[in-house]
Structures are given as structure tokens and as C-alpha cells.
């Protein structure tokens, strides 16, 4: 059939089922909560969410909401109330200092994972996930929460040591990004509660080094109000024993004096249009962003749901008209979008930004996606383009309901922290689905075309240049804003576009015969060979409804003897294959056939994806597609070629990058990973025909090992797969070259400094050798690693102030001998760089010598089981298990056999493996990464002289 038809009579047939219930929606009725939520407010003023939830089992969702973030600091204390969120876990009314986290770990709860905290521009919360099959346990995790509530005991000696870590985390998060972000905050809302030290949350260095005890109490007793929070909690437990602990423990907080504030800071409303020019040495490539500013409107009847379904189709189609252009021969920019982004609770930001695909091209880049901006306010979109993303909507509501028995607690406790946030209500997944499937058929194109207009319309609006260092004096300040005018009195064309038809040609696949088929019982899957050579692997779970993950894996990924060829040509091979398409169709226009579908797929050397049951035999004919037809185009292939040179610019900066490299090339030198190009001209000599040859002579599809894991069919799954699979070209399994297999790691101790970036910040990872993942000593050894994790946090960040974050883990690649190391590390102030390296080995020393206790072995053991619980429980967990056991070296089911070994390790044995590989090695390698002695000036790269003036 042909396919065109097949996606008509879909529409159709969408159309159809939704008119019936289309006279249900009624525009002024209020939207309805959902009534598995027990909702409640206590006498002191605080909102409670409660509800039953399932999965996991025996788990609960604590979530602490204050309606308290940067944006109500004062001036001189900003950063206050993320500083206040960190002082909630060092001395509350009943837990002292560090008890907190220690009392968490010895019942399972990994700090940072499980016991954790955020804080943004209007809100902060705090988070934990507990284990409530025993009721003391959550008991306690309420106690927490009342604490966080009305129990901070601001500790003055507290405070000065948790300090150092706000500070490192300060330092940690400058760089590039957050220099833009001030910057353009300057140019959309100059003079406002926005531009300042409150956008970037953590504040400065110096209203951080000045805040005081005085300034946590005045900000604490005005802001952390019961009247201005709320409780929820989601979990495997009645709702009647969470009111009861709730009675118990959260209504005693008292009523607060005086009313409550509730404050807004809205961006001001302004008739000039704001401009600016944003230059930094760090910038690789030129970009320009258009924004316009509104106060955001609530979301409480059926009418506002409409309002917020209309306002998301704008943004998706106008960046599938930008994807659309990125795919022609000529693209104008490397990256371009338009968002929405909600920097408080009221506001709503509508944002459009392009990234340069050439120097020099920022009017033509930046034009372009203003272009498509006002070619929708004036002509609107396609009936057949609202429909394709409204089939989109439909079907992602009703997986929901599908799976709504599945949904995970934690997913429910997000909602209802959006619902507290915004005062808006959440509706329940059935009726969620009802309200869209109403909705969906009754939007016309003139509804979309009004709401562009809206959305777009040149009010509040600010434009500028983000450029690097060199660009500068090529431009004014009002160019931006001259380029939007030149647009806006442009003759532009309404968009068209070509209908797309594929007829079927799959029948004509004879179903591959079947050589092997065995069951493997412990782990409960079905392994099958065809006679091309290709394996499938096939486990049935009832985890989620209708969730099918999709994995393959090849042993051979084509770079292993890239040393001898020219280096690179697999990666670009693969990124051309993912940017390609087919030959008949390119990837947006695959996306347009895929509407409404439930299914992706990612070709590569390894496939990746999902599917719903009933989409199953599509997701196979298009894997057989990428397989058989992959479209190798020159105008993708010159596309990635620009985003290489863009990303070699960026890496001549990049601290990071540096660091990496350096680590490359001095742990394993001489392999293929170890070769780093810097030369932006160097890909020119890839070309698309070259690439397709390449790809025939390394990609085998018969060698692939599969795996399909989820609630599956399984006689019916291995009967798509010899059809669309078992018919492929077989081919021989390609061996590695035994060069190319091992690693050495360097003798005696190697350090190595690298200078780069303009940041006053330092990044320091140590390493040795390791066992391999099959040593005897592996399983103790993880152990100690995950123990020594939490003692190294204790020591360079709690007790010492020293960093915002301090780990120790083992790695050990699985393919290449010798690659086994143990790696260790933080980021620091650069003058304390020898103090905490001194401070880790003295925790090294110090647990070498005396190794874990019982109460630290303990607590390591109840994450571990809890986590492995959550493990047995996902698709993606089974699929890893599956996915390399037919090439990989691993035996089947070895993570069954780590497991049990590490919950079975002794204090003995893992003290042992400590003295084995942590003492202080003979062979060592340090790496500390400084900011740059002397800062490099930006210049125009050589390439780019010869480039067109600027806007042309």
C-alpha cells in the first residue's frame, strides 16, 4: 500500500475517533485534579500533596516545596537561598551536623541520589527517597523535612565550612555560558532584580565570602513560611498512614507571623527594542538571539489547555521548518531554534537564537531564523503540518494512560511540584488524554496562524550578537535590530512543501530461516541465530505496558584499524549515515512519515530505539532501510564538516578538552583514541562516495548482535526480525588487531599540567593501575571504591570546604588489555591543589590501614540491594545484560555474579584489595589543569580571511 495513502487515512481516521468527544470540551470549565490526589491544607497554612503509588515497591517520594529562591534575595546577599538549601543538611533541631547524611546512608539512601536539594530563581526544594517498608525510616525522612521547614540551626562554624564548598561550586560553574548569561541579562533586562548576581542562583564571590548568620535567620524566618511550602509525598503506603504522619510531625510547625509575602518580579514592559553586542575570547562561533518577554498566563480551564497546546505547536513547527533548512544544500546556520523558557513561575520568555555556520555569516544566519518566525506570524502553517504534530500529541497522551499503572513515584512527585509552583491543577493521565483528543481536532490553521502572531509579536523585545573576540569591531550595536527590520519589510513567500509517498516494497522479504534457537533460563531470555549469522536476543517483561527497547551491537565499530587509514573516517561515516536519512528520504522528512507513531529508531554501527508493540514491524522495515539504503548526502556531509571545525575551534579554549587530551594520550598513547586533529582543514578530504565505501566495507549488518527487550510477543517479534533482519548480507565477524587489544599503562610517576581557559578554577584527577573486571579482588575492590567515594566527600568537601565535588572509581575496558585503571579526582581553588591532594592520600592511608566498619559495609550493602531491586525491574537494565554477550568477553550473567560477591565481601577482603591497589603506587599519573598563565588574545583563523565581508 502505498504509504502517502496509509498516512492520509491515519489523519482520518485521528480525526474521526476525536470528533465524538470534541462537544465535551468546554472552553470555561475548570480543569479538574486528579482525584487519586489527597490534597489538604494544614491549620499552619502548609499545602499537602499525598498519593498511593506502587511503583517502586516500597518505596516513597518526599518532596519539601518552598516558594523561595534567588529572585527574593536582597541586594548585597545574593546567592543566599541556595547557600540556605545547603545548610540544611550541616545542624537541624534534630539532626547535628553530618548526622543527617549518615543516618540516610545507613538506611540505604545514597546522598546526592536518593537525599538531595535544588533551589532556582522563584522556588527550592528538597528531595528524598526512602525505603518505607519500615515506618521508623520514613518517620525520620519527615522529621528531615519538618527540619528543612522550621528547624536550620545556622551554625556560625557551619556556615564558614560550607562556605568554601558554595564558593568551589561557584567557581566550578564559571565559564563561558555563565559569562553570556550575565551578559545577555544586561541587554533584555537591564537595571532589574534580573541583572544581577541573583540570575546565576549561586551569587558571587563577594556577596557569598560576606553573608552572615544574621542574614541566613532575616531570610529564613521571611521566606520559609508553612503558608508558603508544600508537602508531597508519593509512595508504596495508604494515604490515611501518610496523614497520620503528617498529623504527627508536619502540622506541629507553627503558623507564621504576620501574612505572607508573595512578591513578583516580572521583566518590566518595554516599547524600545533592547540591543547588544556580547564578544568573548572563548566564543567559537558567532551566533544572534531575538527575544520578547510576557507575563505567563495560568493554566485552570479547558480554555488555557488549548492556549498552552496551540503555543507548543508554534515552537515545534517553526524548528521543523529550521531542521528543514539545516538539510539544504545551503544551510544558513550550523544550530537554530526557538523556545520557551519559563524563568519564573510568571514569566514566559519566547526565544529565538542561530548559531553561524560560516564566520562572517551572522545577518544571514540570524535573518534566516527571524524569516521563519514572521512567515509564520503572517501566513500561519499547513492543515496537513498541524495535524502530523497533533497526531504526535495523541499518541504520547495516550501511552501514558497506557502505562499509567507503571508510572514511577517520582514522576507523579514532579507534576505536583509543577502544580504547587505554577497554581495550576494536575489532572489525572485519563483525563489528560481525553482533554487533548477533544482539543486536537478542533484546531484550525487560522487558530496556530493568530497564536504565531501573539507568541511573536514585537513587544518587550530584545536582539543581539553573541561573537567571538575577533568579530567585535565588525559590527554596531543596533546591526541585530537593523538586520529584524530588514526582514520584517520583506516580500516573504508563504511555505510550501512536497507530500510524501513511499509505496511498500517488503513483501516481497522472505522470512530468513532459523539455525539455532535456545533458551537461556537464568536470565529468562530466548537466544536466535539465522542463517546470515545475525543473533537475536529476546527477554518478555511486564515492567511497562507497551515499552520495547531495541539495541544491537556490533564487535566491530570500525575505527580499529584507523591508526593505518585516514583517522576520523568511521566517525564521520557514522555521523553522515544518522544525518543522511535513506536515499529516498531525508531525516525530517522520515520524522513526517513517523508522525504519530510509536516507535524511533537511531541507525550507527550499533542500532538503537524503541517501539511499541503495535508499531513493532515498522521499527523493523526501517532498520532494514537504514541497513540497505543508508543516504550518504553531500549537503549533511558538508554540514558535519562545519560543526567540526566549529567544535576544533572551541577545543583550542576548552579547559575540558585539554584535560581529556592530555589524559589520552598519556594513559594508553599509540591507539586510535590518542590521535587528536587540530587542523580545521582536515576533514575537507572526506567525501560522501568515500564515506559509502567505507561503510560497505565495515559494516556488516549479519555480524550484529540484537537485542529487543519489553512486553513482547516473542514468536511474533522473531518472525519481523527473519524477515526484515534474517535476509540481510551476511559477512564474516572482523577480529580485532591484536596491536590494537592491549594498553600499557606508563612506569613510574608521570604529572603533567595543562594551562588553558580564562577561569581562576583547576581540575585535578589522579590515576593508577587497576585489576580487570574478572580479577579475583574486583568484587572487594568496588567496595572499598564506593566506601572511600563517601570518606573522600567527608574529608576534601565537608570537613576542609575544599571542593564541590571529590570521587574515586575503577574503570576497566572490557576489549582492550591493560586499559585497567583507578582514577581519582575534584576541582579546586588552583592555590589549595597540594593541600587535598595530600588530603586524599592521607584518606587513603588512613583506610588502608584500618579498612571499613561495620556500620560503613552495612550501608553500602542496603544501597546496593536497593538498587539492584530497581535494576531487575527496567527493560534497560536486561538489554544491557543481553547486549554483548555474543562478542563481548563477559560471560552471561556475570552482573549476577559481581553482585553477589560484593554483598558478600568481607571487612577482611576488602581491606586487602586496598592495600593491593591503593597503596601509593610505584606507577602513578597526575593531571592538573590551571587557567591559562597568560591569557591568549583571539584572532580571525587563517581560513576565515578569505571569507565574504560581513552580511553578505
Given amino acids: 500500500m502505498n504509504r502517502k495513502y496509509l498516512i492520509g487515512i491515519f489523519i482520518l481516521l485521528f480525526v474521526a475517533s476525536c470528533g465524538a468527544a470534541r462537544a465535551d470540551y468546554k472552553p470555561d470549565r475548570s480543569l479538574k485534579w486528579d482525584p487519586a490526589i489527597k490534597r489538604e491544607t494544614l491549620g499552619n497554612g502548609m499545602r499537602i500533596f499525598l498519593r498511593e503509588n506502587h511503583r517502586p515497591e516500597k518505596r516513597v517520594e518526599l518532596r519539601l516545596v518552598v516558594k523561595a529562591g534567588s529572585l527574593y534575595e536582597e541586594d548585597g546577599t545574593e546567592g543566599i537561598a541556595h547557600f540556605l538549601e545547603h545548610m540544611a543538611f550541616n545542624g537541624t533541631k534534630h539532626f547535628k551536623a553530618g548526622e543527617l547524611e549518615k543516618y540516610f546512608e545507613s538506611v540505604g539512601v545514597s546522598y546526592g541520589g536518593d537525599n538531595n536539594a535544588y533551589t532556582s530563581h522563584d522556588r527550592t526544594v528538597y528531595m528524598l527517597t526512602l525505603p518505607c517498608d519500615d515506618l521508623e525510616v520514613v518517620r525520620k525522612g519527615l522529621t528531615a523535612m519538618s527540619d528543612y521547614a522550621n528547624g536550620m540551626l545556622f551554625q556560625p562554624d557551619e556556615i564558614d565550612l560550607e562556605r568554601g564548598v558554595i564558593l568551589e561550586e561557584l567557581r566550578l560553574n564559571q565559564g563561558l555560558y555563565m559569562r553570556v548569561s550575565r551578559e545577555l541579562a544586561k541587554i533584555a533586562a537591564p537595571g532589574t532584580r534580573w541583572d544581577s548576581p541573583r540570575l546565576t542562583i549561586v551569587g558571587s564571590q563577594e556577596t557569598v565570602k560576606k553573608i552572615s548568620r544574621d542574614d541566613f535567620l532575616k531570610f529564613y524566618k521571611r521566606w520559609y513560611r508553612p503558608d508558603r511550602m508544600a508537602l508531597i509525598i508519593v509512595g508504596d503506603m495508604p494515604v490515611a498512614q501518610m496523614q497520620k504522619l503528617v498529623k504527627e510531625i508536619i502540622e506541629p510547625i507553627p503558623v507564621a507571623q504576620g501574612k505572607p509575602e508573595f512578591p513578583e518580579y516580572p521583566l518590566p514592559d518595554h516599547k524600545d527594542v533592547y540591543t547588544g553586542i556580547i564578544a568573548d575570547r572563548e566564543m567559537p562561533v558567532g551566533g544572534g538571539a531575538i527575544a520578547m518577554s510576557s507575563r505567563r498566563k495560568p493554566t485552570r480551564v479547558e480554555s488555557d489547555t488549548r492556549r498552552d497546546t496551540l503555543e507548543s505547536l508554534v515552537y515545534r513547527l517553526i524548528n521543523r521548518r529550521l531542521s528543514e533548512l539545516k538539510e539544504t544544500n545551503d544551510p544558513p546556520f550550523l544550530d537554530a531554534g526557538v523556545w520557551s523558557y519559563f524563568l519564573a513561575s510568571w514569566i514566559d520568555l519566547r526565544y529565538g537564537f542561530a548559531a553561524t555556520l560560516k564566520m562572517k555569516q551572522e545577518k544571514r544566519a540570524m535573518q534566516a531564523v527571524i524569516r521563519e518566525i514572521e512567515r509564520a506570524r503572517r501566513f500561519g502553517f499547513l492543515d496537513t503540518e498541524i495535524k502530523e504534530e497533533l497526531l504526535d500529541d495523541v499518541e504520547r497522551a495516550r501511552r501514558e494512560v497506557k502505562e499509567k499503572d507503571k508510572t514511577f513515584s517520582d514522576s507523579f512527585a514532579s507534576r505536583y511540584v509543577a502544580a504547587f509552583i505554577n497554581d495550576t491543577p494536575t489532572l489525572s493521565i485519563e483525563d489528560d488524554y481525553k482533554l487533548i483528543r477533544d482539543i486536537a481536532p478542533a484546531i484550525?490553521?487560522?487558530?496556530?496562524?493568530?497564536?504565531?502572531?501573539?507568541?511573536?509579536?514585537?513587544?518587550?523585545?530584545?536582539?543581539?550578537?553573541?561573537?567571538?573576540?575577533?568579530?567585535?569591531?565588525?559590527?554596531?550595536?543596533?546591526?541585530?535590530?537593523?538586520?529584524?527590520?530588514?526582514v520584517v519589510a520583506e516580500d516573504i513567500k508563504p511555505y510550501t512543501r512536497t507530500e510524501l509517498a513511499k509505496g511498500d516494497d517488503y513483501a516481497k522479504l522472505k522470512p530468513a530461516k532459523i539455525v539455532e534457537r535456545n533458551d537461556l533460563p537464568r536470565v529468562g531470555a530466548t537466544r536466535v541465530k539465522f542463517e546470515n549469522g545475525l543473533t537475536l536476543y529476546l527477554k518478555k517483561t511486564d515492567f511497562q505496558e507497551d515499552e520495547?527497547?531495541?539495541?544491537?551491537?556490533?564487535?566491530?565499530?570500525?575505527?580499529?584499524?584507523?591508526?593505518?587509514?585516514?583517522?576520523?573516517?568511521?566517525?564521520?561515516?557514522?555521523?553522515?549515515?544518522?544525518?543522511?536519512?535513506?536515499k529516498e528520504f531525508r531525516n525530517t522528512e522520515i520524522e513526517r512519515l513517523q508522525k504519530g507513531k510509536g516507535f524511533s529508531i537511531t541507525p550507527g554501527m550499533s542500532f538503537s530505539g524503541w517501539s511499541i508493540k503495535r508499531d513493532l514491524e515498522e521499527a523493523f522495515q526501517w532498520m532494514y532501510d537504514y541497513m540497505t539504503q543508508p543516504g550518504f548526502r553531500d549537503e549533511a556531509l558538508a554540514m558535519i564538516k562545519d560543526g567540526k571545525k566549529t567544535e576544533l575551534r572551541n577545543n583550542k579554549i576548552d579547559q575540558d578538552y585539554a584535560f581529556d587530551r592530555a589524559e589520552s594520550e598519556i594513559i594508553c598513547p599509540g591507539r586510535p583514541?590518542?590521535?587528536?586533529?587540530?587542523?580545521?582543514?582536515?576533514?575537507?578530504?572526506?567525501?560522501?562516495?568515500?564515506?559509502?565505501?567505507?561503510?560497505?566495507?565495515?559494516?556488516?549488518?549479519?555480524?550484529?548482535q540484537f537485542v529487543i527487550v519489553g512486553n513482547i510477543d516473542i514468536d511474533k517479534t522473531i518472525e519481523f526480525a527473519a524477515r526484515y533482519l534474517g535476509n540481510l548480507p551476511s559477512g564474516d565477524t572482523p577480529k580485532i588487531p591484536e596491536l590494537l587489544s592491549t594498553c600499557t599503562f606508563p612506569t613510574g610517576y608521570t604529572r603533567r599540567e595543562v594551562y588553558r581557559g580564562v577561569e581562576n578554577k583547576t581540575r585535578v584527577e589522579m590515576y593508577r593501575p587497576g585489576p580487570r573486571w574478572d580479577a579475583e579482588e574486583a568484587p572487594a575492590l568496588k567496595m572499598a571504591l564506593r566506601i572511600l567515594s563517601i570518606r573522600l566527600k567527608d574529608k576534601i568537601r565537608e570537613a576542609l570546604g575544599g571542593t564541590y565535588y571529590a570521587y574515586i572509581y575503577s574503570f576497566s575496558n572490557m576489549w582492550i588489555k591493560g586499559s585497567d585503571f583507578i582514577s581519582s579526582g575534584f576541582a579546586t581553588d588552583p592555590d589549595r591543589v597540594e593541600e587535598l591532594i595530600k588530603a586524599e592520600r592521607e584518606v587513603n592511608a588512613k583506610f588502608i590501614a584500618e579498612g571499613p566498619t561495620e556500620k560503613e559495609l552495612s550501608s553500602e550493602r542496603l544501597v546496593l540491594r536497593k538498587d539492584w531491586e530497581e535494576y531487575l525491574k527496567e527493560n534497560t537494565f536486561w538489554s544491557g545484560v543481553l547486549e554483548t554477550v555474543e562478542y563481548g568477553p563477559k560471560p552471561l550473567g556475570w552482573e549476577f555474579d559481581m553482585h553477589d560477591k560484593m554483598l558478600a565481601v568481607t571487612p577482611e577482603q576488602i581491606t586487602a584489595a586496598a592495600k593491593k591497589w591503593l597503596s601509593e603506587p610505584?606507577?602513578?599519573?597526575?593531571?592538573?589543569?590551571?587557567?591559562?598563565?597568560?591569557?591568549?588574545?583571539?584572532?580571525?583563523?587563517?581560513?576565515?580571511?578569505?571569507?565574504?565581508?560581513a552580511g553578505k
Fill in 444 to 486: 484550525k490553521p487560522d487558530d496556530v496562524k493568530k497564536t504565531a502572531a501573539e507568541m511573536f509579536a514585537p513587544v518587550n523585545m530584545s536582539v543581539g550578537l553573541t561573537l567571538p573576540d575577533w568579530q567585535k569591531k565588525m559590527y554596531k550595536k543596533n546591526d541585530a535590530l537593523d538586520w529584524y527590520n530588514e
Fill in 548 to 582: 520495547i527497547l531495541i539495541e544491537s551491537y556490533n564487535p566491530y565499530r570500525g575505527s580499529w584499524d584507523e591508526t593505518w587509514r585516514t583517522f576520523g573516517e568511521t566517525g564521520f561515516m557514522q555521523n553522515l549515515w544518522g544525518a543522511g536519512g535513506t
Fill in 673 to 704: 583514541s590518542s590521535i587528536f586533529i587540530d587542523d580545521e582543514n582536515y576533514y575537507d578530504r572526506f567525501t560522501s562516495q568515500q564515506l559509502a565505501d567505507w561503510w560497505k566495507q565495515v559494516f556488516h549488518p549479519a555480524s550484529l
Fill in 922 to 949: 610505584t606507577d602513578k599519573i597526575e593531571i592538573i589543569a590551571f587557567k591559562e598563565r597568560k591569557p591568549i588574545e583571539q584572532t580571525e583563523p587563517a581560513a576565515e580571511k578569505a571569507e565574504q565581508p
